[in-house]
C-alpha cells in the first residue's frame, strides 16, 4: 500500500529550462551547441550536483571539456537562477496529496547554486514532509545508496514509497531498491499512473 510519495524536482515539481537559460545568452548557434556539450549534457555536469566541489572548481571542470567556450561556460555559471523555473501546479498537488493522508518527500540531483538562486521555484520545500537534495549527501541519482539515504534518513519502507522521476534511470534505479516507480511526462498522467497504484 502506498503512503509516501517522492518525487523530483527537475522537470517533476519544477520546469528545468536549461535551454531556455543558455539561449538568453545569445550565443551563435555553433557556440550554443558546444556550451551544452560541455555542460548540462556532460556527464561532468553531476559534479556540480554533488556538492563535493566549489562552484569555481565545477566550472573548471566544466571548461576543460572545451576550453575554447571557456567565456560562454563563465557567462551561464556566473548565475544559474534561470535553470530551473516554477511549476504552479506543485504546491496544490502536494496540498491535495497530504489532504488525503499521504506523505510527500523529494529526492533530487541538485546542487547548492541552483538551490541558492532557484529560491523562488523552491516554494513548496516548506509543504513537504522531508527529503533528500543530492548536494548535501554527496551522493547523486541512479547511484542506490541515495535512495537508501532517504528511506533511513525518513524513516520510510521503501515498499511503500512511489518514486516520481522523469528520467527512466532513476525511477529503474528506485524500483530495484523496492519503491514503486513513475516515468513523470506531465502532471495529468502521473495523476492516472498514481490511480492505477491505488493512490486516490
Not at 524513516?155 to 525511477?171: E, I, K, S, T, Y
Amino acid at each position: 500500500m502506498i503512503k509516501n510519495i517522492v518525487f523530483d524536482i527537475g522537470n517533476v515539481l519544477t520546469y528545468y529550462t536549461w535551454e531556455k537559460h543558455l539561449r538568453s545568452f545569445g550565443f551563435p548557434e555553433e557556440i550554443y551547441e558546444r556550451v551544452v556539450n560541455a555542460t548540462v549534457k556532460n556527464p561532468a555536469w553531476n559534479e556540480f550536483d554533488r556538492g563535493v566541489l566549489s562552484d569555481e572548481e565545477v566550472t573548471a571542470l566544466l571548461i576543460q571539456n572545451d576550453p575554447g567556450v571557456e567565456r560562454e561556460i563563465r557567462r551561464m555559471m556566473e548565475n544559474v537562477s534561470g535553470l530551473v523555473t516554477k511549476a504552479d501546479y506543485a504546491i496544490p498537488w502536494l496540498t491535495e496529496l497530504k489532504d488525503k493522508g499521504y506523505h510527500v518527500y523529494y529526492l533530487s540531483n541538485f546542487s547548492y547554486k541552483a538551490r541558492r538562486e532557484c529560491r523562488d521555484a523552491l516554494d513548496f520545500i516548506p509543504y513537504m514532509d522531508g527529503g533528500i537534495l543530492s548536494c548535501e549527501e554527496k551522493l547523486v541519482k541512479p547511484q542506490p545508496e541515495i535512495y537508501r539515504r532517504l528511506t533511513e534518513k525518513c524513516g520510510l519502507q521503501a515498499q511503500a514509497c512511489v518514486f516520481l522521476d522523469d528520467m527512466p534511470v532513476n525511477v529503474q534505479a528506485a524500483r530495484d531498491e523496492g519503491m514503486q516507480g513513475i516515468v513523470f511526462t506531465t502532471k495529468e498522467a502521473a495523476v492516472r499512473e498514481l490511480a492505477a497504484l491505488g493512490v486516490k
